[in-house]
T-cell receptor, first 114, second 113 residues
Framework: GNSVTQMEGPVTLSEEAFLTINCTYT??????LFWYVQYPGEGLQLLLK?????DKGSNKGFEATYRKETTSFHLEKGSVQVSDSAVYFC?????????????FGSGTQLTVLP | GAGVSQSPSNKVTEKGKDVELRCDPI?????LYWYRQSLGQGLEFLIY????????KSGLPSDRFSAERTGGSVSTLTIQRTQQEDSAVYLC???????????FGPGTRLTVL
């Protein structure tokens, strides 16, 4: 079946540090890949996505590239801010008929210190 | 426009009671999903509705869980004879037909005492 493995947290960084959160997946065929973010006290929000190999998703300074050869979708940001503190979830969507339920990783808690 | 809404935001119940959780998807979205977020299990898919098709119930953890979607819009997730292990945040999401981007509601935090 489909699965997503994320690097274990929590991750604590100083403001302006470089961020990488690793994500690898197992799926047959060509899933779509996502990063969702959950800020404290809020619901899940889509951060970025990529739908085919070598696509790069980007938003709010975050980037992730769909690497089929390594089955990875690592999240990166060059300079984190305190406001980036949140839980980040990697996910994949593999259609079965019209169903596109998401399979999530376990989440990575990021804390950015001023 | 309005996003996905869920009610109640918090629900505390006693073991053995039934609960109903409501989801109001984004207007015009034909697909609706329920997920559960718990400490032990992370984020799990529960059930999926698409238009008037039969729902995909493959993620429901037991027959105490059921869901319906009336008129292709609002959905209700019902948990009968609640158990302590049902304590979790229940998330609803919706999407356009065939789209892979899902929009999530704020969730209902269920606590079973």
């Amino acid at each position: 079946g489909n699965s997503v493995t994320q690097m274990e947290g929590p991750v604590t960084l100083s403001e302006e540090a470089f961020l990488t959160i690793n994500c690898t997946y197992t799926a047959t065929g060509y899933p779509s890949l996502f990063w969702y973010v959950q800020y404290p006290g809020e619901g899940l929000q889509l951060l970025l996505k990529a739908t085919k190999a070598d696509d790069k998703g980007s938003n709010k300074g975050f980037e992730a590239t769909y690497r089929k050869e390594t089955t990875s979708f690592h999240l990166e940001k060059g300079s984190v801010q305190v406001s980036d503190s949140a839980v980040y979830f990697c996910a994949l969507s593999k259609s079965s008929g019209s169903a596109r339920q998401l399979t999530f990783g376990s989440g990575t808690q990021l804390t950015v210190l001023p | 426009g309005a996003g996905v809404s869920q009610s109640p935001s918090n629900k505390v119940t006693e073991k053995g009671k039934d609960v109903e959780l409501r989801c109001d998807p984004i207007s015009g979205h034909t697909a609706l999903y329920w997920y559960r977020q718990s400490l032990g299990q992370g984020l799990e898919f529960l059930i999926y509705f698409q238009g008037n098709s039969a729902p995909d119930k493959s993620g429901l953890p037991s027959d105490r869980f059921s869901a319906e979607r009336t008129g292709g819009s609002v959905s209700t997730l019902t948990i009968q004879r609640t158990q302590q292990e049902d304590s979790a945040v229940y998330l609803c999401a919706s999407s356009d037909w065939g789209a892979d981007t899902q929009y999530f509601g704020p969730g209902t935090r269920l606590t079973v005492l």
